[in-house]
C-alpha cells in the first residue's frame, strides 16, 4: 500500500475487540516511533507501554470516557523537556512538535499491522503525571490507546488543496 492510500485509510479507531496485542506488533511500533526524526536529533520521547491493569485503570482516571476503556493497551508518549531543543531566537521548546511526529509514526504503523489507534490529547495530564510519578521534565503529551478495531472507517471530511495552500 502506498503511503497516500495509508493515510487516507487510517481512522481514529474508538471500539476495540478484547484481544491483547502480540510483543512483535508492540515491539514494531516502538521501533518505528524510535525512527522519528525530531529537531536537532533531540529524540526527547518517552514512551510507556500499559498493560497492567492497575496502570490502565490509573490512564482510565486521566481520561473518563467509555469508549477509551476497550483498549487492550495503551503507549502514553511523553515529552523530555530536558531533552528537546529549543530555539535560541525565543526559547520555543519543540517538545510537543517531536512528540507528534513520533505519535504519528506509531499511528500509521499501528494501522499497517492490522491495529487501531486514536490520539487522545484531552486528558488531565497532571494527575497522569501524578499517578505514574513522572519527574517534572517528563511531560505527558498524547495517550494512544491500540487495539484491533472494532469498528469502521467513517467518511473523513476532508478541506480542498485550493483551501489549504497558499501558491506564491
Known amino acids: 500500500m502506498k503511503l497516500l492510500e495509508r ?8 471500539s476495540f475487540l478484547p484481544t491483547q496485542v502480540e510483543k512483535e506488533k508492540i515491539d514494531y511500533l516502538l521501533e518505528c516511533a524510535r525512527w522519528a526524526p525530531s529537531a536537532v536529533n533531540a529524540q526527547p ?16 482516571q486521566c481520561y473518563q470516557r467509555e469508549w477509551f476503556k476497550q483498549a487492550p493497551m ?3 508518549v511523553c515529552g523530555n ?3 528537546s531543543w529549543k530555539r ?6 519543540h517538545c510537543s512538535i517531536d512528540i507528534a511526529i513520533a505519535v504519528e509514526h506509531i499511528a500509521l504503523a499501528v494501522q499497517e499491522v ?6 487522545v490529547c484531552n486528558f488531565d495530564a497532571v ?22 478495531p472494532n469498528d469502521s472507517l467513517n467518511e473523513k471530511k476532508r478541506k480542498s488543496i485550493q483551501d489549504i495552500v497558499e501558491w506564491k
Not at 535560541?88 to 521548546?93: G, L, P, S, T, V
Not at 492490522?114 to 490520539?119: D, E
Open 7 to 14: 493515510i487516507q485509510t487510517r481512522y481514529s479507531v474508538r
Open 45 to 60: 520521547w518517552h514512551i510507556i507501554v500499559v498493560q497492567q491493569e492497575k496502570n490502565k485503570r490509573a490512564l482510565h
Open 74 to 76: 495503551y503507549m502514553l
Open 81 to 83: 523537556h530536558q531533552e
Open 88 to 93: 535560541k531566537y525565543d526559547n520555543n521548546d
Open 114 to 119: 492490522g491495529l487501531g489507534t486514536c490520539w
Open 127 to 148: 494527575l497522569c503525571a501524578e499517578l505514574f510519578e513522572l519527574p517534572n521534565h517528563i511531560e505527558p503529551i498524547v495517550i494512544l490507546p491500540i487495539g484491533y
